[in-house]
């Protein structure tokens, strides 16, 4: 069981280095900011005030990361709450640039979120499961995912994950 757990972490790592890209492609788009000339039409951006995407990881049997990640697409911010076995105990703050929101967007659409399954759960319990939600459109969807979801599923969770742990958190008082 020990050693499945150490292949399964060991595969994640290797793959990280595109979901790095991900995470830099998305930072690139938040802070691409361009001026147009008053006689340029801007294109109007997508209405990402009905967007929430949520990611949070599980307990598992040894000292997985437990926290919840929630991106608002109306307050453009993303809120963390750190339980156990993470660096940033607590809630956490930051704000989240609509181009980025899009972005994620696109990559929800892309793996076609909502035609996915709402659990894999596979054969081995002791995994953590990774337990993702998806609203727009006017629809929401949720899902479980401890073993074997579909690669396009894993690409939002570990692009998810990224984001979970990139810089300019803000720690709450707490009771706020």
């Given at each position: 069981m020990v050693l499945a757990l150490l292949v399964f972490i060991l595969l994640q790592k290797l793959k990280i280095m595109k979901y790095i890209l991900y995470s830099a492609l998305i930072i690139v788009a938040s802070c691409n900011k361009t001026s147009k000339s008053a006689t340029t039409h801007q294109q109007e951006?997508?209405?990402?005030?009905?967007?929430?995407?949520?990611?949070?990881?599980?307990?598992?049997?040894?000292?997985?990361?437990?926290?919840?990640?929630?991106?608002?697409?109306?307050?453009?911010?993303?809120?963390?709450?750190?339980?156990?076995?993470?660096?940033?105990?607590?809630?956490?703050?930051?704000?989240?640039?609509?181009?980025?929101?899009?972005?994620?967007?696109?990559?929800?659409?892309?793996?076609?979120?909502?035609?996915?399954?709402?659990?894999?759960?596979?054969?081995?319990?002791?995994?953590?499961?990774?337990?993702?939600?998806?609203?727009?459109?006017?629809?929401?969807k949720k899902i479980k995912d401890r073993t074997g979801g579909p690669g396009e599923l894993r690409d939002l969770e570990r692009l998810l994950y990224i984001i979970s742990n990139g810089e300019g958190w803000k720690k709450q008082e707490e009771g706020k």
């Open positions: 951006k997508p209405d990402v005030s009905k967007v929430v995407i949520s990611y949070e990881a599980t307990a598992c049997f040894g000292k997985c990361p437990m926290f919840t990640m929630t991106i608002n697409g109306a307050t453009q911010t993303i809120t963390y709450v750190g339980s156990q076995n993470v660096e940033k105990l607590g809630t956490y703050t930051k704000h989240y640039e609509v181009d980025s929101i899009i972005t994620l967007v696109n990559a929800f659409d892309k793996a076609k979120y909502f035609e996915l399954n709402n659990e894999y759960l596979g054969h081995i319990v002791d995994f953590p499961s990774v337990i993702t939600s998806y609203s727009n459109y006017g629809k929401t």
